[in-house]
């Protein structure tokens, strides 16, 4: 199946720092999505993202397609963005509906 | 519109029982994903449905299974639960195979 790897696993930055997750993936992909799962285990949409450039406040993320790789950016870092980060994809073809596979995850703990 | 909803969100359970979870997904999306998520070996795929089908199933074992409802809620069903199947159980909908949206949660704890 699918390999899916996130960098770093932990990251600690003070508040108003700036941050990069990244996402490698192994194969082409029709849906890539990235969450942040809150201390409650419900996982929030981001970004969906298989290609592109989109930007949401803060936040901003990258996907080039044709090398495999997302990227997550993280601006003016609060600590309510402390949590799990998660990169999911969908691989491309046609065995794959619904099926999301999941990296292990950023943990990112923003210090005030 | 109603986010995708889970029901219980807690559970304690004895070894060998039985366990029902339930899923209503957001309106007018017809996809509905369930997933497991432990410690150890992060967030797995269980299975999905579309229309009453299943289209895709996950590496678990025949304990573990679900159906799909006419109205596209959803509920999995895990027979003679063991310790290991503590975990958290996330379900997800999404339409047209576009972003996926997931529900709060049920944290199963098997005693």
């Known amino acids: 199946g699918i390999q899916v790897e996130q960098s770093p696993p932990d990251l600690i930055l003070q508040e108003g720092a700036n941050s990069t997750l990244r996402c490698n993936f192994s194969?082409?992909?029709?849906?890539l999505q990235w969450f942040h799962q809150n201390p409650w285990g419900q996982l929030i949409n981001l970004f969906y993202?298989?290609?592109g450039t989109k930007q949401n406040g803060r936040l901003s993320a990258t996907t080039v397609a044709t090398e495999r790789y997302s990227l997550l950016y993280i601006s003016s870092s609060q600590t309510t963005d402390s949590g799990v980060y998660f990169c999911?994809?969908?691989?491309?073809?046609?065995?794959?509906?619904?099926?999301?596979?999941f990296g292990q995850g950023t943990i990112l703990t923003v210090h005030p | 519109k109603a986010g995708v909803t889970q029901t219980p969100r807690y559970l304690i359970k004895t070894r060998g029982q039985q366990v029902t979870l339930s899923c209503s997904p957001i309106?007018?999306?017809?996809?509905v994903s369930w997933y497991q998520q432990t410690p150890g070996q992060g967030l797995q795929f269980l299975f999905e449905?579309?229309?009453?089908?299943?289209?895709n199933k996950g590496n678990f074992p025949g304990r573990f299974s679900g159906r799909q409802f006419s109205n596209s809620r959803s509920e999995m069903n895990v027979s003679t639960l063991e310790l290991g199947d503590s975990a958290l159980y996330l379900c997800?909908?999404?339409?047209?195979?576009?972003?996926?949206?997931f529900g709060q949660g049920t944290r199963l704890t098997v005693v």
């Open positions: 997800a909908s999404s339409s047209r195979g576009r972003s996926a949206f």
């Open positions: 194969d082409s992909v029709n849906n």
């Open positions: 993202i298989p290609s």
């Open positions: 999911a994809v969908e691989r491309e073809g046609g065995t794959s509906y619904g099926k999301l596979t």
């Open positions: 309106s007018g999306h017809r996809s």
């Open positions: 449905y579309f229309s009453e089908t299943q289209r």
